[in-house]
């Protein structure tokens, strides 16, 4: 089982550039959650998708930010023409069902991103 | 608006000693309040969870303390080891929505051997 794969580990990008985050989830798990970590601030739901499905993109910025789960392959997390806010660690998470359930749900590595 | 107040910022403790960190929420609809334990370059992983009709979760050395009228609940962590230093974020979900998580801040703990 080797959990929730993200990549890149690191993205560097130049501002008005694209950035893709891809996440990988668990073996079995149909449910992905993005999350953004701004420095020194906790984390910040932005999306929550099943397989070809967004339920909930209230956290999502309306502008520049897109998600997508589809069939086959992992979600990717797309930010066109980054800005230096965007610079964060993206962090996805993903569960077997809808929700946290008891034991919360399983967060990958993150990718964390520089725009410069 | 912060939902999930956490303090402190930092904290340091020696070796042995015990690691307090407070959390304080102001939405009542919230029915969950896991705590997750994060490492440089790592991402959150849960320590320990509490549902609000319990006043007390235990696992190991870790301690969830939860006071549903003050709307407030602490991790505690005994005997703290230099192997505890990280972030510990809490975090609340809403009762409304079985899936979203708000955040504290995180307190950076450092326990020095």
């Known amino acids: 089982n080797a959990g929730v794969m993200q990549n890149p580990r690191h993205l560097v990008r130049r501002r008005g550039q694209e950035a893709r985050l891809r996440c990988s989830p668990m073996k079995g798990h149909s449910h992905v959650y993005w999350y953004r970590q701004l420095p020194e601030e906790g984390l910040k739901f932005m999306v929550y998708l099943q397989k070809e499905n967004i339920i909930d993109e209230s956290g999502m910025p309306k502008e520049r930010f897109s998600a997508e789960f589809p069939k086959e392959g992992p979600s990717i997390l797309r930010i066109q023409q980054v800005v230096r806010g965007d610079s964060a660690a993206y962090f996805c998470a993903s569960s077997p069902e809808s929700g946290t359930r008891d034991y919360g749900y399983t967060f990958g590595s993150g990718t964390r991103l520089t725009v410069v | 608006q912060q939902q999930v107040k956490q303090s402190p910022q930092s904290l340091i403790v020696q070796k042995g000693g015990i690691s307090i960190i407070n959390c304080a929420y102001e939405n009542t609809a919230f029915d969950y309040f896991p705590w997750y334990q994060q490492f440089p370059g790592k991402g959150p992983a849960l320590l320990i969870a509490?549902?609000?009709?319990?006043s007390e979760k235990k696992e190991g050395r870790f301690t969830i303390s939860f006071n549903k009228s003050a709307k407030q609940f602490s991790l505690h962590i005994m005997d703290s080891q230099p192997g505890d230093s990280a972030t510990y974020f809490c975090?609340?979900?809403?009762?409304?929505?079985?899936?979203?998580?708000?955040f504290g801040k995180g307190t950076l703990l450092t326990v020095n051997p």
């Open positions: 975090a609340a979900r809403s009762g409304g929505s079985n899936y979203k998580l708000t």
């Open positions: 509490i549902r609000p009709d319990v």
